[in-house]
T-cell receptor, first 111, second 115 residues
Framework: EPEVTQTPSHQVTQMGQEVILRCVPI?????FYWYRQILGQKVEFLVS????????KSEIFDDQFSVERPDGSNFTLKIRSTKLEDSAMYFC?????????FGPGTRLTVT | DAKTTQPPSMDCAEGRAANLPCNHS???????VYWYRQIHSQGPQYIIH???NNETNEMASLIITEDRKSSTLILPHATLRDTAVYYC????????????????FGQGTILTVHP
């Protein structure tokens, strides 16, 4: 069964560094999403992406964040200058419409 | 999207049916009810969704009341692996009844299945 994959599974970075989180969505899906979950808190929507552009973003998704689909398979989330409060699990999801399928997540730890 | 209310936690014995309730009294006519679950810190997993008719798939059944103000997710024979946080999410549908937008997660119900 096709699934969403994410790399790396765990990323440790220093405050102020740039990180890129990678996702490979399910191949025939057209809608892509990033969510994050700070430890012990709710899953929060960050951004949705369709037809090579952002379709919706939350107030969390500020100028420090960007997304890209550099080729036909990858979907990336970049954080330009990480802060301590960016430490969280980051989940990628993809969809053809209706149900969204989530990846296993990348645990980002900012020190 | 309409707000949902779920009990914070529930217990269920292994092999018995788990019935998880959700209130969504402000749901609109074009909003669907979705259920997801999250096992430990894994990515959320889609379970089922519906508009007004009851739905069943290989994982669960979804019962929506006639006035659509509440619903119940039923896991017919719960196993220890069903221990998870279960989220009831109301989500607007676009043209043709398809939803593309974000999922708004609440705190969900922590379901513990015990032997």
């Amino acid at each position: 069964e096709p699934e969403v994959t994410q790399t790396p599974s765990h990323q440790v970075t220093q405050m102020g560094q740039e990180v890129i989180l990678r996702c490979v969505p399910i191949s025939n899906h057209l809608y892509f999403y990033w969510y994050r979950q700070i430890l012990g808190q709710k899953v929060e929507f960050l951004v949705s992406f369709y037809n090579n552009e952002i379709s919706e973003k939350s107030e969390i998704f500020d100028d420090q964040f960007s997304v890209e689909r550099p080729d036909g398979s990858n979907f990336t989330l970049k954080i330009r200058s990480t802060k301590l409060e960016d430490s969280a699990m980051y989940f990628c999801a993809s969809s053809r419409g209706n149900e969204q399928y989530f990846g296993p997540g990348t645990r980002l730890t900012v020190t | 999207d309409a707000k949902t209310t779920q009990p914070p936690s529930m217990d269920c014995a292994e092999g018995r049916a788990a019935n998880l309730p959700c209130n969504h009294s402000t749901i609109s006519g074009n909003e669907y009810v979705y259920w997801y679950r999250q096992i430990h810190s894994q990515g959320p997993q889609y379970i089922i969704h519906g508009l007004k008719n009851n739905e069943t798939n290989e994982m669960a059944s979804l019962i929506i009341t006639e006035d659509r103000k509440s619903s119940t997710l039923i896991l017919p024979h719960a196993t220890l692996r069903d221990t998870a946080v279960y989220y009831c999410i109301v989500r607007v549908a676009g043209a043709g009844g398809t939803s593309y937008g974000k999922l708004t997660f609440g705190q969900g119900t922590i379901l513990t299945v015990h032997p």
